[in-house]
């Protein structure tokens, strides 16, 4: 997958959950970000990922 598709799954689980789990506003769109980084985070081992791309000095150690 693409980061943007990595991303806007994250956005939609987020939105799917805090439809059954109410919150506020600001925590909803604090959750959505924080989905956001955290669907990038497994990529962040390749070097050509969009992380990667964006902190190679983590990425290249970490690709093997």
């Keep these: 997958m693409m980061a943007k598709t990595?991303?806007?799954f994250?956005?939609?689980s987020v939105l799917v959950v805090s439809k059954y789990a109410?919150?506020?506003?600001?925590?909803?769109v604090l959750a959505?970000?924080?989905s956001m980084f955290g669907a990038l985070l497994p990529d962040l081992d390749s070097p050509q990922?969009?992380?990667?791309?964006l902190i190679p000095l983590l990425s290249k150690p970490l690709h093997s």
């Design 6 to 8: 990595h991303q806007a």
């Design 32 to 34: 959505c970000g924080l």
């Design 49 to 53: 990922s969009s992380f990667g791309r």
């Design 22 to 28: 109410p919150g506020s506003f600001d925590n909803i």
């Design 10 to 12: 994250a956005v939609f």
